[in-house]
């Protein structure tokens, strides 16, 4: 059975840093990973999906790195910004005939960035 | 362009009554998806429809939870009766095939 850890659960760092998000899966054999931010009292955003051949994905100061073998992704985030104070997910979409589009979340790292 | 669209936003009422929470995907989508969202369990797939169908509700908590997509442009989530530990909040998300998934903001439900 597929799980999907988040760790750490909660981060804070001073603005201007350069930051790591890291999440892990137990099943390697995955259609997909993705990464998506959730604010306060909102929905949840999608920022990059990086399919199983692929080792990373960028946007913007964002880069989404994935390691099927380990079975591990990091997030990095160059640069922090208050802005980017959230919830970050990580959801991987199992490699299941017919039923790919079912996602395994994990719990989410919170991340604060102070002024 | 609008997103998907959830109501109501918050939802407050008493164990035992009937609880609808509806969802309006973003046109053009052909899955739709719905998502239960508690501190201690994270965020659960409930049932996701492709084509109006309903593909995988492995994850519908048990009988007093259905759902229906009558028409490509609506959705809803019934909870009847109610119970105090159906308080969560409540996500639909939609999608044009295997794309990223994009998310309403959800009904915050509070069961008495």
């Known amino acids: 059975k597929q799980e999907v850890t988040q760790i750490p659960a909660a981060l804070s760092v001073p603005e201007g840093e350069n930051l790591v998000l890291n999440c892990s899966f137990t099943?390697?054999?995955?259609?997909?990973l993705q990464w998506f931010r959730q604010d306060p009292g909102k929905g949840l955003t999608s920022l990059l999906l990086?399919?199983?051949s692929q080792r990373e994905q960028t946007s913007g100061r964002l880069n989404a790195s994935l390691d099927k073998s380990s079975g591990r992704s990091t997030l990095y985030i160059a640069a922090s910004q208050p802005g980017d104070s959230a919830t970050y997910l990580c959801?991987?979409?199992?490699?299941?005939?017919?039923?790919?589009?079912?996602?395994?979340w994990g719990l989410g790292t919170s991340l604060a960035v102070n002024p | 362009d609008a997103g998907v669209i959830q109501s109501p936003r918050h939802e407050v009422t008493e164990m035992g009554q009937e609880v609808t929470l509806r969802c309006k995907p973003i046109?053009?989508?052909?899955?739709l998806f719905w998502y239960r969202q508690t501190m201690m369990r994270g965020l659960e797939l409930l049932i996701y429809?492709?084509?109006?169908?309903?593909?995988?509700d492995s994850g519908m908590p048990e009988d007093r939870f259905s759902a229906k997509m009558p028409n490509a442009s609506f959705s809803t989530l019934k909870i009847q009766p109610s119970e105090p530990r159906d308080s969560a909040v409540y996500f639909c998300?939609?999608?044009?095939?295997?794309?990223?998934?994009?998310f309403g903001d959800g009904t915050r439900l509070s069961i008495l």
């Open positions: 990086i399919q199983s």
């Open positions: 998300a939609s999608s044009l095939s295997v794309q990223p998934q994009h």
């Open positions: 046109s053009g989508h052909n899955s």
């Open positions: 959801a991987v979409a199992p490699f299941t005939s017919g039923n790919n589009r079912k996602l395994i």
């Open positions: 429809f492709n084509n109006n169908v309903p593909i995988d």
């Open positions: 099943d390697s054999a995955i259609y997909n």
